[in-house]
RNA sequence: GGGCGGAUAGUUCAGCGGUAGAACGCUUGCCUUACAAGCAAGAAGUCGCAGGUUCGAAUCCUGUUUCGCCCA
C-alpha cells in the first residue's frame, strides 16, 4: 500500500474551500421528491438580503445543518431550503441611506425608480450572506433557492391577501396605530418595544366654563392637550361624582370640552382626573369611541407638530412640549411638575420614540387563526421544543390582537387593492383587473401600501414549495419536519407560520419547532454594535476553522436553550478536539489501508484479541447513545458524547493498546480492521458536526467521489458486542491506572520501568497475566509478577481487593507511604459508615427497589474487602 | 403589575429522586516515533438560603434572596 501523508497539524483553511466545492459537484445538497424515501424538510429562516453573517446564524445554521446532514445520512430524502428576505423596512433604509449620500432622495426619485434602485443594490450587494453561509458548510438545496420577493413568491402573497379578504379576515379602518416618525410607517404591536424612560408628571388645570375653579389632571403628554377632547374621571370617584357632565377649557387652546366618566381612568393615577386625547393615545382613541368624541390630531406623520397645533405647528414634540408647558405655567395653570418613570414605546428597528395616530390602514382579524394555531401546538400537532417556551407560544396567541399588516414603504409586496377611477369600485385580485365590473371602467389605481414583510414570511413553509399550485414538491415535503430558530421571532414568525399554514394548507407547517438560545459574549452580555462585543463568526473560521466553531456551537448548545456564553477557550478545545481526530487518523493510516481493508473480509470473532473486542462494544454503545441523542436533537449531548468516545475511549486508551498486536503478524490484520472499522465510524458519527475535516479525511480514505456525507450513519443494532470482553478490558484498564496512580503519588520516575508484583484473586491475576504483554506497554512496567519476594520490600497499593505492590528502592520514603494508606483507609471508613447505615435502615429495605438495595450491598462488600487489604498493609507496617 | 429562566468545582455549564460530572483553568511529572493543539497522575463542590414531602432530594413542593429576559 502506499502510505498517505498528513500534515502533524490540521490547517482547516487548507481544506475547506475544496470540500465544499466537491459537495457542489456531486449536486450532493439537492433533493427531489422520492417516494420510496421518507423526507426530511427544513426551511431555513430567511437571511435578510441586507444581513451579513452574525453568530446567532453561526449556531442557528449549525444545528440545522448538523440535523439536516445526519438525517441525509440515516437515509431520509433531506430538503433543507434556503432563501432570502426582502425585509422591507432594513432593505428599503439601506438604499435611502446609500442614495442620500449621492445627494438623492426616495421622492425624488420616485417610486418605480426608486424601487428599480433597490432591485439593483439588491442583484449587486444583496445575498452576501449566502456566500457566507457556505463558508460555515450549510448543506443546503441551492437549487431551491427562494426570494420573498420573487414572482411566484409574490402570487403566494397575493392569493393569500384576497383568501383573507374573501373570508371576510382583512379590513381597512381608521385606527389608532403605532407610527414611526422616522421609518414614516405604521408598525404593529410587537414591533414596538417598550422601556421606562424617565419623564414627567404634569399637573395642569382646567378651568370650569361657568368660571368656578377648576379640575386638575396629570399628564405625561402635555403636548397632547391642544387635541383634548375631554376630561375624564372614574365613575365611582366619589371626590368628582358632581363634575361629570360639566365643562372645561382646553389651556393654551381655549376649546370647551366636557367631563365625562369611564371606567377605564384609575382612580390611583395622579389627581384621578385624566385628558382624553383620542388622536394621541390609544387608551383614550377607546374612551373617546365609547363617548362619541371627536378625534382630532396635533401631531403629523413626520412626527412635527401640525396646523392643528396653533402657534407650535413645525415644532418638534420635545420642544413643542418644553414650550408648552412655559406657556401653561405663565397662564398660572400649571399646578405642579414631579419626576416620573413610565413606559414609552420605542420603534424596534430605529429606537425613535413611536407616536399613537390615527391613520387608515389594513388589519387582519387574528382571533380565528390564533385559536387555530393554539389548539394545534396543544394537541401535539406542532412540538415546541424546549417546553418553557409553550407558555409563549399560548399565552401570545391567548391574548392576540389584529394584525396591523399595511405599511406606508415603497419595498415590498404592493396590497393587491384596486379602485375603479370610474366608479370607485373596490377590487381585490391576484391580477390587476381590465374592466371594472361595475361600470366598465378601464382605469384603475392600486393600494399605494405594501405589505408588512412579516405577512409574506408566514408563508415560508409553502409558499417556498410553489403553493399556490399544488405542485409535486409541496405534496411530498409539507409539511416540514424540524424548524430552528430563536426566541426572538416566536410571535413574529414562528406562531404566524402556524397559522397561515392551518390556514392555507390545512395543516402544520412543521412538526417540531426548537428554540435556541441567544449567543452572548464571555461575560454574559448580548452582543451589540454599541458595545462593540460582536465577534464576527467569519474571524473566527479563520482563525480556528469552520469545524472548531460548528462543534463549539453544538457542544454549547443545550437541550433547555440555555443562552450559549462564548468564549475563545471553548473555540480553542474544539480545534484541538479536531487535530485530535486528525492525528488518531494519521495514526491509523499510518498502519492500515482503510479503503482495502474495509472493503476485505471481517475477522472472525476468535481473531479478535481483548481490547478490540471492548473498542468495538464501546463503539456500538457511543452509536447507540449519540443516535439516540440526535434522534430527539438533543445535539449538545450527542457532541458530548462522541467526544469521549473519540478522545476517552479510542485515541487515550485503544490506540495505545493496538501498538502490541501491531508488531505481531498473527494478531495485526484484525487489529487494523477494527482500527480501520472504529476510524470509519467514528467519522461518520462526527461528520454531522464537523463536515470539513471528516470529508477532507474521508478523500485522503478513498479519493475519487465516495463522499463521507453521503455515507450511512452507524447504526448500533447492527454492531457486534462483547458485553464480557469489554467488562475484563475495563478491569484491566482501571489495573493500569491504580498502578500509574501508585507511581505518580509517590513520585517514581515515569521513565523508569518498575517490576509489579499482583496479588489476589485467581481469576484477576489470570486476566492480568494474559495481557501481560499490553498492561506492561501502556503502563510503562518492566515485568509484572505474581509472587512476593519476602526479601525484598514493596510500595504497597489497593485495585479492589487485588494487591498491587512496586519493588521499592532502599531510599523509599515509607513513612510517606503510611500516610497515604491511612488517608485511603480513613475515605473508605467513611463510606463503609454511611452504607452500612443505609443498609442498616428498615425502611429503606422496604421502600428501595431491589436493583439499589443489591447495588449498595455489593458496593458495601467490595469497600470492606478494600478496607481489609488497606488494614493489612498498615499492620504489615508496624 | 403578570410571566419565564438562571443561581452546582476558580470559570463556563451538564445532570433534574438512588455513590456529585465535563470542558477550560490549577498542581505534579513527562518532548513515551498519531498528536506538547499532546501524555500520565492529582487537588478542587455543606449543588443560593429556609422549611417541607420521601427510606432517600442538586433533583419534587412551599417560601425567600439575587441576577437576567419577555409581556403589559
Given at each position: 500500500m502506499t502510505p498517505i501523508e498528513l500534515d502533524p497539524?490540521?490547517?482547516?483553511t487548507k481544506h475547506e474551500e475544496q470540500v465544499y466545492s466537491l459537495w457542489l459537484s456531486q449536486n450532493a445538497f439537492h433533493s427531489e421528491p422520492n417516494p420510496d424515501r421518507t423526507p426530511f424538510v427544513v426551511m431555513m429562516p430567511p437571511p435578510n438580503v441586507t444581513g451579513y453573517l452574525h453568530i446567532g446564524h453561526a449556531l442557528n445554521m449549525t444545528l440545522q445543518d448538523i440535523a439536516i446532514r445526519y438525517k441525509r445520512m440515516k437515509g431520509f430524502e433531506t430538503l433543507w431550503l434556503p432563501g432570502m428576505d426582502h425585509a422591507g423596512i432594513a432593505t428599503q433604509a439601506v438604499v435611502e441611506r446609500q442614495i442620500k449620500e449621492q445627494g438623492l432622495t426616495r421622492e425624488g426619485l420616485g417610486r418605480e425608480e426608486f424601487v428599480r434602485r433597490i432591485w439593483e443594490w439588491k442583484d449587486k450587494y444583496g445575498g452576501i450572506i449566502l456566500s457566507q453561509l457556505k463558508k460555515l458548510g450549510v448543506s443546503a438545496d441551492w437549487e431551491r433557492l427562494r426570494f420573498t420577493l420573487d414572482e411566484p413568491y409574490e402570487r403566494a402573497v397575493k392569493s393569500a391577501f384576497v383568501h383573507y379578504y374573501k373570508k371576510g379576515l382583512l379590513y381597512k379602518g381608521q385606527r389608532i396605530t403605532n407610527w414611526c416618525p422616522h421609518c414614516h410607517t405604521a408598525i404593529s404591536d410587537i414591533e414596538v418595544a417598550y422601556a421606562n424612560d424617565k419623564g414627567h408628571l404634569w399637573y395642569v388645570r382646567y378651568p370650569f366654563t361657568d368660571g368656578s375653579g377648576f379640575v386638575t389632571i396629570a399628564t405625561?403628554?402635555?403636548?397632547t392637550i391642544l387635541a383634548d377632547a375631554a376630561v375624564a374621571v372614574n365613575p365611582a370617584d366619589p371626590r368628582y361624582a358632581d363634575i361629570v357632565g360639566r365643562e372645561v377649557i382646553v389651556p393654551v387652546a381655549n376649546r370647551v370640552i366636557p367631563v365625562i366618566a369611564d371606567?377605564?381612568?384609575?382612580?390611583?393615577?395622579?389627581?384621578g382626573a385624566l385628558k382624553i386625547t383620542p388622536g394621541h393615545d390609544p387608551t383614550d382613541f377607546e374612551v373617546g369611541r365609547r363617548h362619541n368624541l371627536p378625534g382630532m390630531a396635533v401631531i403629523g406623520l413626520d412626527g412635527l407638530m401640525n396646523?392643528?397645533?396653533?402657534?407650535?405647528?413645525?415644532?418638534t414634540v420635545t420642544l413643542a412640549r418644553e414650550k408648552i408647558v412655559a406657556e401653561i405655567d405663565a397662564l398660572g395653570l400649571l399646578e405642579k411638575v414631579d419626576d416620573y418613570e413610565h413606559s414609552v414605546g420605542h420603534?424596534?428597528?430605529?429606537?425613535s420614540t413611536i407616536e399613537p395616530i390615527v391613520t387608515d390602514q389594513w388589519y387582519l382579524h387574528m382571533k380565528d387563526l390564533a385559536a387555530r394555531a393554539l389548539e394545534a401546538e396543544r394537541e401535539g400537532k406542532v412540538e415546541v421544543l424546549p417546553v418553557k417556551w409553550r407558555k409563549v407560544y399560548e399565552g401570545w396567541l391567548e391574548n392576540i390582537n389584529d394584525w396591523?399588516?399595511?405599511?406606508?414603504?415603497?419595498?415590498?409586496?404592493?396590497?393587491?387593492v384596486y379602485h375603479?377611477?370610474?366608479?370607485g369600485e373596490v377590487i381585490v385580485s391576484v391580477d390587476a383587473p381590465h374592466?371594472?365590473?361595475?361600470?366598465?371602467?378601464?382605469q384603475f389605481s392600486q393600494e399605494s401600501d405594501v405589505l408588512d414583510t412579516w405577512f409574506s414570511s408566514a408563508l415560508w413553509p409553502f409558499a417556498t414549495l410553489g403553493w399556490p399550485e399544488q405542485t409535486a414538491s409541496l405534496k411530498y415535503y409539507y409539511p416540514t419536519s424540524l424548524l430552528i430558530t430563536g426566541y426572538d421571532i416566536i410571535f413574529f414568525w414562528v406562531a404566524r407560520m402556524v397559522m397561515s399554514g392551518l390556514e392555507?394548507?390545512?395543516?402544520?407547517?412543521?412538526r417540531t419547532v426548537f428554540i435556541t438560545g441567544l449567543v452572548r459574549d464571555e461575560q454574559g452580555r448580548k452582543m451589540s454594535k454599541s458595545l462593540k462585543n460582536q465577534v464576527d463568526p467569519l474571524d473566527l473560521i479563520s482563525t480556528y476553522g469552520t469545524d472548531a466553531l460548528r462543534f463549539t456551537m453544538a457542544s454549547l448548545s443545550t437541550y433547555g436553550g440555555q443562552d450559549i456564553l462564548l468564549s475563545d477557550q471553548k473555540l480553542l478545545s474544539s480545534r484541538n478536539f479536531i487535530n485530535k481526530l486528525w492525528n488518531a487518523t494519521r495514526f491509523v493510516v499510518a498502519n492500515v489501508d482503510v479503503k482495502e481493508t474495509l472493503a476485505g473480509p471481517h475477522p472472525a470473532d476468535?481473531?479478535?484479541?481483548p481490547f478490540d473486542r471492548w473498542i468495538l462494544t464501546r463503539l456500538a454503545e457511543a452509536t447507540r447513545d449519540v443516535t439516540a441523542k440526535m434522534d430527539v436533537y438533543d445535539f449538545g449531548e450527542a457532541s458530548h458524547r462522541v467526544y469521549e468516545f473519540v478522545w476517552g475511549d479510542f485515541c487515550d486508551w485503544y490506540i495505545e493498546l493496538s501498538k502490541i498486536p501491531l508488531r505481531d503478524e498473527a494478531r495485526a490484520p484484525a487489529t487494523r480492521w477494527v482500527l480501520a472499522y472504529a476510524l470509519e465510524n467514528t467519522l461518520r458519527l462526527l461528520h454531522p458536526f464537523v463536515p470539513f475535516v471528516t470529508e477532507t479525511i474521508t478523500q485522503q480514505l478513498?479519493?475519487?467521489?465516495?463522499l463521507m456525507m453521503m455515507a450511512a450513519y452507524p447504526e448500533a443494532d447492527t454492531m457486534a458486542t462483547y458485553e464480557k470482553d469489554a467488562v475484563q478490558a475495563d478491569f484491566l484498564i482501571g489495573f493500569i491506572k491504580a498502578v500509574r496512580n501508585l507511581k505518580a503519588v509517590f513520585h517514581l520516575p515515569p521513565t523508569e520501568k518498575q517490576s509489579v508484583v499482583a496479588v489476589g484473586a485467581e481469576s484477576d491475576i489470570a486476566a492480568v497475566m494474559a495481557n501481560a504483554e499490553a498492561v506492561k506497554f501502556v503502563g510503562r512496567f518492566a515485568d509484572i509478577d505474581?509472587?512476593?519476594?519476602?526479601t525484598q520490600r514493596y510500595i504497597k497499593g489497593a485495585y479492589g481487593t487485588m494487591q498491587v505492590m512496586i519493588l521499592a528502592?532502599?531510599?523509599?520514603d515509607f513513612e510517606g507511604e503510611l500516610k497515604v494508606l491511612r488517608g485511603k483507609l480513613e475515605i473508605l471508613n467513611a463510606d463503609i459508615v454511611k452504607l452500612e447505615a443505609r443498609l442498616g435502615n428498615q425502611d429503606f429495605i422496604a421502600h428501595a427497589p431491589v436493583e439499589v438495595v443489591d447495588k449498595d450491598t455489593l458496593r458495601l462488600e467490595a469497600l470492606k474487602a478494600e478496607e481489609q487489604l488497606v488494614g493489612a498493609f498498615l499492620k504489615g507496617q508496624g
Open positions: 497539524l490540521y490547517e482547516a405625561t403628554r402635555p403636548e371606567e377605564a381612568v384609575l382612580l390611583d393615577f395622579g389627581t396646523e392643528n397645533a396653533l402657534h407650535y405647528r413645525g415644532m420603534c424596534s428597528r430605529c429606537s396591523c399588516v399595511s405599511r406606508q414603504l415603497w419595498w415590498g409586496h404592493r396590497i393587491p375603479c377611477e370610474s366608479c374592466v371594472c365590473p361595475k361600470c366598465g371602467g378601464t392555507f394548507m390545512d395543516d402544520v407547517p412543521f476468535d481473531q479478535l484479541g478513498y479519493g475519487g467521489d465516495h505474581t509472587r512476593l519476594d519476602t528502592k532502599s531510599d523509599f
